[in-house]
């Protein structure tokens, strides 16, 4: 659809131009051509690399919880005590929740309320384990600690599924794009610049398309896949110490 627009734009400001062109708006044409190509590259660029930058954080951010909720699941085994184990069944319930309730949901940017309460419930199992022995009251200290950056992983990723780029970019884009099919009632058809006109919203619409695909992290068929929490809970379904 944007390839499309930006094949027929030029050609539709054409039509609504009554200026005749000559060989001065030509030279304004080259001139502004130059200028506005220079900017789309630099902004573009600059766009393309915030929003790649924005993917990558947020599918670190996934490994990241992925892995401490791997490591809270073995020192609860360590810890050994009933309570602890029952922590950690459902533990397990929370990380399928998390991919299988509360993932779809990150698309709507918001969380699972099902998910939150499996969290709650487990952080309150937490608080009232007893450890006895030194072992546990070491292992005790990092269980707590691991729970803390479990919920604080949780808290940001749902906070960055409604990541995105400032409308002002995007109003920013829709002006040059404006500028850039008004060169073409500049030029004479058949014109070398012509072409280059011609082919350059197409070109701009190509780079705007990979714009919107990284823009959300979490949403479209390029989105962050929960590849880490998966992982992670085969890992936990085979966990025996």
Do not use: C
Not at 77 to 96: K, M, P
Not at 152 to 172: H, M, Y
């Amino acid at each position: 659809m944007i390839n499309l627009l930006s094949h027929w734009a030029p050609h539709i400001v054409k039509s609504l131009y009554f200026l005749r062109p000559t060989e001065e708006t030509i030279k304004i044409a080259q001139s502004l051509f130059a200028l506005l190509g220079a900017t789309v590259g630099v902004f573009i660029g600059f766009l393309l690399n915030q929003a790649q930058s924005n993917f990558q954080a947020a599918s670190a951010l996934v490994a990241s919880e992925a892995s401490q909720i791997n490591n809270l699941d073995r020192l609860l085994l360590r810890f050994g005590d009933d309570h602890a184990l029952e922590a950690r069944a459902q533990l397990r319930q929370y990380l399928e929740s998390i991919i299988d309730t509360e993932w779809p949901q990150l698309k709507l940017e918001q969380g699972s309320k099902e998910t939150h309460m499996l969290w709650r419930s487990i952080s309150q199992k937490l608080f009232k384990l007893e450890p006895v022995s030194p072992k546990q009251i070491a292992i005790y200290s990092d269980i707590l600690n691991v729970a803390e950056s479990i919920s604080e992983a949780r808290e940001v990723r749902i906070d960055r599924s409604g990541q995105k780029l400032p409308t002002i970019f995007w109003i920013a884009m829709f002006f040059i794009f404006v500028g850039i099919s008004s060169i073409t009632s500049l030029v004479v058809p058949g014109n070398e610049l012509d072409f280059a006109i011609t082919v350059f919203p197409v070109i701009y619409g190509s780079l705007l398309g990979l714009l919107i695909i990284f823009d959300q992290p979490f949403k479209g068929g390029t989105s962050v896949k929960a590849t880490a929490l998966n992982k992670v809970l085969e890992s936990i379904k085979t966990r025996t110490e």
